[in-house]
């Protein structure tokens, strides 16, 4: 039996979100946080510089009719970090927030500010469908 190096790392999937966006991305436990972003920056034919991204775990804590969303004291995971620091699981899901566009890159990285709120549609059904008569 061949077992090259490539297949003893366990490969799995980690679902990012951004607003009514999900990105699948195949990771190992040993990749960084920046190479995810790396990966949804590809996803974005690199219109969004990973530097320009945050990402955050989702919190434990969420209902059934709300999607688990990162509490304002969870701060953004570092680049440097591995999803296995963090101990992220396959099928895991991760939010991304990108750097809003009217801010430079000399403002303040930290102020959160700069950045977007992190904000999910919910299911199609709570989107106004085509037969919405609108006003």
């Not at 990973?50 to 919190?59: E, G, H, T």
């Not at 102020?111 to 085509?130: H, I, K, Q, T």
């Amino acid at each position: 039996m061949n077992t090259s190096n490539s297949s003893t790392k366990k490969q799995m999937y980690v679902r990012i979100k951004r607003r009514n966006q999900t990105f699948f991305i195949q990771a190992n436990r040993s990749d960084t946080i920046f190479h995810l972003k790396d990966e949804i920056s590809n996803a974005l034919n690199n219109e969004i510089s990973p530097r320009k991204m945050r990402l955050y775990l989702s919190s434990t804590t969420s209902s059934k009719d709300s999607p688990p969303i990162p509490t304002p004291s969870s701060p953004p995971l570092p680049d440097s970090a591995t999803l296995a620091d963090h101990d992220v699981k396959n099928d895991a899901i991760l939010f991304v927030v990108f750097r809003k566009p009217e801010m430079s890159e000399d403002d303040d990285d930290d102020g959160e500010l700069c950045w977007e709120d992190v904000e999910l549609y919910g299911p199609a059904s709570s989107l106004p469908s085509a037969d919405t008569p609108s006003m």
